[in-house]
């Protein structure tokens, strides 16, 4: 049973990734190639409409809109939340920061997540106070 689940629609990605998407397929009209472009940039579109975060009893799990790629850590790992804004130049998708992965959609708010090994994360959502307090309590829980 999930304590907390989330969707934050990646309405941004989607439109200008599916513009794009148009452009190439017409210009694939005259230069063939870009046909593998337009494809590649519908999938891109696809996969990274949303990104969902929940809090199950145990987990803390997050996946992009297709449910892939699916990502957890146990709550029992997680040292501490704090809500945070990335950058401009942080941008969103996958990618890595001075913060650790960042995985984001929409917006420059996130829930920075460091881990008890020392590593860290960033989760983007259009909740952040929410989540990082959600992940407080459900982490503070008796195991």
């Known amino acids: 049973m999930n304590t907390y689940q989330h969707t934050q629609p990646g309405t941004v990605i989607v439109v200008t990734v599916s513009a794009v998407c148009v452009l190439f ?9 870009l046909v ?6 519908g999938i891109t579109a ?12 145990t987990r803390l799990i997050w996946f992009f ?3 892939w790629p699916r990502k957890s850590v146990p709550l029992s790992e997680i040292a501490s939340a704090e809500s945070i804004r990335t950058g401009f130049w942080n941008g969103w998708g996958i990618h890595y920061t001075s913060r650790g ?3 984001n959609v929409s917006g420059h708010d996130a829930v920075a997540i460091k881990l ?13 106070q929410e989540l990082a ?7 503070s829980k008796p195991s």
């Open 25 to 33: 397929a017409i210009a694939a009209i005259f230069v063939h190639l």
């Open 101 to 103: 992965w960042l995985y």
């Open 133 to 139: 307090g959600r992940l407080e309590t459900a982490r």
């Open 46 to 57: 696809w996969l990274f409409r949303s990104l969902t975060i929940e809090i199950s009893e």
């Open 36 to 41: 593998i472009s337009a494809l590649l940039m």
């Open 65 to 67: 809109g297709s449910g």
């Open 116 to 128: 008890r090994n020392g590593k860290q994360f960033c989760l983007g959502t259009d909740e952040p």
